[in-house]
Nanobody, 115 residues
């Protein structure tokens, strides 16, 4: 089992920045990928960013140049740095881990960007 706890969401004005954190605990050995997804109101959940063990990172086209994903192995934490935020970035953001074919999710953290 893997447990994921997100933090760092909130309300920000357009053009501002936020950093989301996700603390990973439990059976963290052999985690293949850590990432962030989001679900905007009335839309399906979509991939925002993912870091694949040993294979680099992928970002959604809509956030390239504005968002970045990074991990701190010593703190068992994955971050999503969000810059130049837009109202369309408003969503619940979920941390995600894939380990040995199983997918784990955090509870989500709300990000609201005002215009």
């Amino acid at each position: 089992q893997v447990q994921l706890v997100e933090s760092g969401g909130g309300l920000v004005q357009a053009g501002g920045s936020l950093r989301l954190s996700c603390t990973v605990s439990g059976s963290i050995f052999s985690i293949n990928a850590l990432g962030w997804y989001r679900r905007a109101p009335g839309k399906q959940r979509e991939l925002v960013a993912v870091e694949i063990n040993g294979r680099g990172t992928n970002l959604a086209d809509s956030v390239k140049g504005r968002f970045g994903i990074s991990t701190d192995a010593a703190k068992n934490t994955v971050y999503l740095q969000m810059n130049s935020l837009k109202p369309e970035d408003t969503a619940v953001y979920y941390c995600n881990a894939e380990r040995r074919g199983y997918v784990y999710w955090g509870q989500g953290t709300q990000v609201t960007v005002s215009s």
